[in-house]
């Protein structure tokens, strides 16, 4: 039977083809504009937890001198700081908008499968992030409860945003794991349903692995954030003591009655810890396409590449509890997560050892995106050196609640993955707009990020082994603290505000460069993927005109021997391929392994 | 081709070459079952993480087993047999016998709003018991199992009432008996579920 795929089969024809400005740009059912309105909804959404965290670095660099941020919103910007970076900005970006723009694309489909429910997948997550913001508009603000929602303290008197704050958190989430599993079931499902002709599984560019492995992720574990929440918001708003102990409190005696906040943490963790590959998943796809590309080289170690990421995507449901090392686990339990939390590293290793080979006489280019992902390199092996101390009960034991854990946490899910959102944007927006982005902003952008982020986060290290504890107002007359580590809090916060300053540029460069940039045509990387070869640049409604792609080989063809280019596209059969004068390549197989 | 096989091929390799399999999807089903696959695992993380926090909260000490409503056996009922009228109804869609097919139909979809009567009954047995849900993490988790399960059969009681729309307009429609047919496979999967559900809270 002729093949027919399935975006063109019969009743899937012009179902959603848009009618008018509301149907193609609001409530619109393209994927290509649903990543959009995920990716700018989350941006500004980043923005005010970028501001949130401004505010905390005055008040740690200079105690004493600024008097608008008091105690109470100093951890509702810790909390709100937190969940809006790790939830609504990283996951939303990487899979909302990367994940709906890149694999209709990368994979050769019309359009996600169920595109009606895609377009429900954004509106929810819009309302999230609304009924989430709403949170600081009502009485008592926002939750301080850390990002963390730990039970007794979240819903407890004393604790900030007991009322209408920590409901509307919790109901937040829910919405958001809503959206979420709406929006999951159409990645996972177009990549495994939806490819084009010819598009194996082991065709397909890293990028759609890695976010397709982090859906997945996502769909299994979100589920035990949204049974936490649900569970929580009952104890806060009925009463029930699903996690809330019998306690007294402020001194009155609760009317719960033995509760286990313990469970909510293996709750919270079963949840979060797959959170944090999550994110790094369609990171470590991404980095994997970009250093190819601007390398000229095929990726070192395509299966490997696969095989690890399906391999972390499995162990990191068993490593949760590394971080509930000091809540007092049985120490065999302990044991048994710090060994599995060291071997996910091996296949994280791979990864990087991979980036690096394909780097190895590659034909590099330092473009902007290069110059990304060379950042990322060097701060995932940074951020993930760190881990290895922390993932060991002893070393963690100790430095727990210091700023070591900050520094860890915010080079390897912090630094690590907007790095690789932004060497992403510089790589794409030209398909997305037909314009380049202005090289000399972007080198500036990267520098002044690279180096800002490295004088914050750094200097953690240091001070968490001194001792410094995280989580504190202000540190006071604490006789262990020396005065240096204050003057170095303070060199902090100046680098934390470079680092903000710094950011106008990228923005001012992303809307510049949407009218002035310069043309960049259809393909300017000259790089092999199915995106790259759209009819036309932006792609438009159906992406391929009448007729789907065809693909003949896998995204990592570049500098093929006796290819007269240094890329061949996969769209580009066999006998198609241009060849250097007396090669005998034929266009089938390179000396790739 | 196996999914091992798939992830042993070396892509590199054998450039301009199809499978022969290859037909731009993995599995050989219609995209709308494996969303619905796809939907069953996340609800089946969802139920049971809430079974194991059932189960791990029920080891405390201040734990008081409750007597379940026998009203739940009625129910239980109820819904087995809303399961039997909705695969029999997908069944006869198959055959082309669309009387049998709308007639079933409507028997599910009025079973399963029975079994939702029956479960508001047992609440109000409960609450007339004076068994609430902040006097004991077990009435607790009888009213969340209760009420998290219903909400789920709610949505696809959404679907199921389109269905027997489209029954009245269009009973020919071939996407209306694939949907019957998902309708059928989510039924026998919450009827699992509340079977699970029913034997922790009888359980302890």
């Known amino acids: 039977m002729a093949y027919v795929a399935i975006a063109d089969r019969d009743h899937e024809q012009h179902l959603h083809d848009p009618q008018s400005f509301v149907t193609k740009y609001i409530w619109s059912q393209d994927h290509k504009v649903i990543a959009i309105q995920y990716s700018l909804t989350a941006i500004a959404v980043g923005l005010v937890a970028l501001v949130l965290s401004l505010a905390m670095r005055l008040q740690l660099g200079f105690p004493d001198t600024f008097s608008f941020i008091t105690p109470d919103e100093y951890y509702q910007a810790i909390t709100m700081h937190g969940m809006i970076m790790v939830v609504y900005l990283l996951t939303a970006l990487l899979l909302g908008g990367f994940g709906n723009y890149l694999i209709p694309l990368m994979v050769g489909a019309r359009d996600m499968v169920f595109p009606y429910m895609n377009m429900l997948s954004y509106w929810v997550y819009l309302l999230s992030v609304l009924v989430l913001c709403a949170s600081f508009f009502v009485s008592g603000g926002p939750t301080g409860a850390g990002w963390t929602l730990y039970p007794p303290q979240s819903i407890l008197a004393g604790t900030p945003g007991i009322g209408g704050g920590i409901v509307l958190m919790l109901v937040s989430l829910a919405l958001f794991i809503v959206a979420f599993t709406m929006g999951g079931l159409n990645y996972v499902t177009t990549v495994l349903q939806a490819r084009c002709r010819g598009m194996t599984m082991m065709r397909m560019p890293l990028s759609v692995w890695g976010i397709f492995t982090a859906t997945i992720l996502g769909l299994l574990a979100f589920p035990a954030l949204l049974v936490s929440a649900i569970m929580l918001l009952l104890d806060a708003v009925v009463g029930t003591s699903f996690f809330m102990p019998a306690l007294l409190s402020m001194g009155e005696e609760s009317e719960h009655t033995g509760g286990s906040p313990i469970l909510f943490q293996h709750l919270f963790w079963f949840f979060g810890h797959p959170e944090v590959y999550i994110v790094a998943l369609p990171a470590f796809g991404v980095i994997s396409d970009l250093v190819s590309v601007h390398a000229r080289k095929n990726i070192f170690g395509y299966r490997m590449m696969v095989w690890a990421i399906l391999s972390i995507g499995v162990i990191s449901f068993v490593v949760w509890a590394h971080h509930m090392y000091v809540s007092g686990m049985n120490p065999y339990f302990g044991f048994f997560f710090a060994t599995t939390t060291l071997i996910i590293a091996i296949p994280t290793a791979l990864k990087v050892y991979n980036w690096v080979l394909t780097l190895w006489r590659g034909n590099i280019h330092l473009t902007v995106p290069m110059l990304f992902v060379i950042g990322f390199i060097f701060t995932f092996i940074n951020g993930g050196i760190t881990g290895l101390f922390l993932g060991n009960v002893a070393v963690d034991m100790p430095l727990s609640d210091t700023y070591f854990v900050i520094g860890h946490f915010h080079m390897v899910m912090g630094v690590s993955p907007i790095l690789v959102i932004f060497g992403s944007i510089y790589h794409w927006y030209p398909k997305i707009t037909g314009r380049m982005l202005d090289d000399r902003l972007g080198r500036l952008h990267f520098w002044c990020t690279l180096f800002g982020t490295y004088a914050i986060y750094l200097p953690m290290h240091y001070l968490g082994i001194l001792g410094l504890p995280r989580r504190y107002y202000a540190m006071g007359d604490t006789a262990f603290i020396p005065d240096s580590a204050q003057a170095m809090n303070a060199g902090i916060s100046i680098a934390a505000l470079f680092v903000a300053v710094s950011q106008l540029i990228f923005l001012f460069n992303l809307f510049w460069s949407r009218k002035h940039g310069k043309p960049s045509g259809g393909n300017p990387w000259k790089a092999t993927s199915l995106e790259w070869q759209t009819p036309q640049t932006p792609p438009v409604h159906g992406n391929w005109g009448p007729e789907l792609p065809v693909v003949y080989r896998w995204a990592y063809d570049y500098s093929v021997p006796g290819a007269a280019q240094d890329y061949i596209p996969q769209t580009m059969a066999p006998e198609d391929v241009p060849t250097e004068q007396g090669s005998d390549y034929d266009g089938r197989e390179g000396e790739h392994d | ?204």
């Open chain 2, 1 to 204: 081709m196996s999914l091992l096989d798939r992830l042993m091929a070396k892509p590199w390799e054998h450039a301009g070459e199809m499978d022969g399999m290859h037909g731009g999807n993995t599995v050989g089903r219609p995209p709308g079952k494996t969303g619905l696959y796809i939907l069953l695992a996340v609800i089946t993380s969802f139920f049971l993480l809430f079974s194991v926090s059932h189960q791990m909260r029920a080891t405390y000490p201040d734990w008081k087993a409750v007597a379940e409503p026998s009203i739940l056996w009625g129910n239980t009922v109820a819904l087995i047999l809303a399961s039997v009228f909705l695969q029999w109804s997908a069944n006869a869609a198959r055959k082309n016998r669309l009387t049998v097919m709308r007639n079933t139909l409507l028997l599910a979809a009025g079973l399963s709003l029975a079994f939702m009567a029956g479960q508001w009954l047992a609440w109000r047995e409960m609450l007339a018991a004076g068994f609430y849900a902040q006097g004991n993490p077990a009435y607790a988790f009888f009213y969340l199992f209760t009420a998290v399960h219903a909400l789920h059969l709610l949505g696809g009681l959404w679907f199921v009432g389109r269905a027997v729309r489209t029954t009245l307009s269009s009973p020919e429609d071939e996407v209306l008996h694939a949907r019957i047919s998902l309708c059928a496979t989510y039924w026998h999967f919450l009827l699992g579920v509340w079977a699970l559900l029913f034997y922790l809270l009888l359980s302890s």
